[in-house]
Every structure is written in C-alpha cells, then in structure tokens.
C-alpha cells in the first residue's frame, strides 16, 4: 500500500443511465490529467439492470479502472467493500451521477496533504437544480442536526468526501448498517454519512470541509425517491446517533 495516491470508490447500484451519459468516461478524462497516481473501484451493489454489462464494456479501454461484484446490502456495504479493496493513500467516495464533478478533488486535495483525516465536500446554499422545497428542507434539517451533533459541520449529506485509507478502515467497520446487516431491498436513501461523521469525530480525526460544485445530475429512471421518506430516515439516524451516545455516556 502506498504506491497509490488516491483510490476513487464509486458505489453503484442500478446505474445504468448515468453510466450511457458518460460518468466513467468524465472522471477518465480527470484523472488521467492529474500527476498524482490513481485508481477508481467501481463497487457494484447487486444491480439488477445492465450495469455490471455496461461497466465492464466501458472500462474495458481504461486501466485503473476496476470493477467489484458484490451482493446487494446497501450504499454503505457497496462502499466499504470498495475501501477493503483500495490501495491508495486516501480513498474517495464520490456518486456515479457526478452531480460533484470529480474535478472538484482538486479543492479536496490540498487539504488532505495538510494533514487532515477527513475532508468533505459541502453543497453550500446554491445547489443547482434542487427544487425549493428540498432547499428548505435541507435548511431544516442541517438547523436540526447541528442542535445536537456534528455543529461544526454544514452538509454531512454531500457524497463527496475522502479519507486516509487507515482512518475510513477504522471507521466503516463501526456503522450500525454494517455492524447489524438489515435486509437491503432495492434502492434506498440512507443517512449512514451522519453517523460516519459523527464517529470520525468521536476518534479524534481532524475534519475539514470546502464548498464544492453540485448540480444535480442524476439520469437514473428506477430510483424510488421520497422526500419525506428521506428526511424520516435521516431523522431517525440522527436519533439513534444519540441514544447510542446517551448510553455511552
């Protein structure tokens, strides 16, 4: 390990559209311009479209490129199987949709060379194509959340952030969702990110977030997407953050 500056783990699970529109094909075009060596994890979730097909086609002319068949368990899982895999230095999660660019590692990485454990990107307040009522919401829950854990941080909900590999080992294996192993059915929203902060800074790593861009860019047509169901899980993850923290003492 070490040979490796950066591992990008991509979750995917049923992606199928956003993979025709040219994902891989985009980060491709990013890292190969960078001096800093790489690798991208495709870490496949169970899909049950054409993904896996779609994927192995399209890496097929771009080394460094891999692909992880896993069982179907969840964003969390699909991750975690990604970083057990990756060689790197600091590993990266970022979405397949790429509604964070990949390009925009490059306000990440200064940071992390600093010194930093973790560094997260944040979607600010002007998030293209988010429609107004997910923009309130998002303001009341971050005004909510931030009552009780993680103050300091604005946007634990980005998927944008990246790790020192030893930090995300130390970590992932702590998530409730892979400790307890629910049943995943189909595509799901999950606020594992809160509890993954929440943790990071529980160890004592140091935490460091910068404004990126966001635009959604989602292509994806099998998505289950509910507001409220969305904002009900996170609510409830939060929850269960602190009583796990009352217990703790």
């Known amino acids: 390990m070490g040979s490796v500056y950066l591992s990008v783990v991509v979750p995917c699970y049923n992606e199928e559209e956003n993979l025709l529109h040219g994902a891989l094909e985009e980060m491709a075009a990013y890292l190969t311009a960078q001096s800093f060596s790489w690798e991208v994890i495709v870490s496949d979730d169970g899909s049950t479209d054409h993904s896996r097909e779609v994927i192995k086609q399209r890496i097929s002319d771009k080394p460094g490129f891999s692909l992880l068949e896993n069982p179907h368990g969840g964003k969390p899982s699909a991750v975690w199987y990604g970083i057990q895999a990756a060689v790197g230095q600091f590993v990266l999660f970022t979405d397949m949709d790429q509604s964070t660019p990949l390009n925009q590692f490059d306000k990440l990485k200064p940071l992390l060379d600093a010194g930093y454990d973790v560094v997260i990107g944040s979607r600010g307040t002007e998030r293209e194509n988010f429609p107004l009522y997910r923009r309130v919401g998002s303001a ?104 796990r923290r009352m217990r703790r003492g």
Not at 167 to 180: G, S, Y
């Open 140 to 243: 009341v829950f971050r005004s909510f959340r931030r009552l009780f854990i993680l103050r300091h941080i604005s946007d634990t909900q980005c998927g944008f952030k990246a790790f020192k590999i030893d930090a995300a080992r130390a970590v992932f294996p702590q998530l409730e969702a892979l400790q307890t192993k629910p049943q995943a059915k189909g595509w799901q929203v999950t606020a594992f990110d809160v509890e993954l902060l929440y943790l990071s800074e529980r160890a004592g790593y140091r935490i460091a977030e910068v404004v990126v861009e966001w635009s959604n860019r989602d292509f994806a047509l099998n998505k289950n997407k509910s507001y409220w169901r969305e904002s009900r899980h996170m609510a409830d993850q939060i929850f269960r953050i602190l009583l």
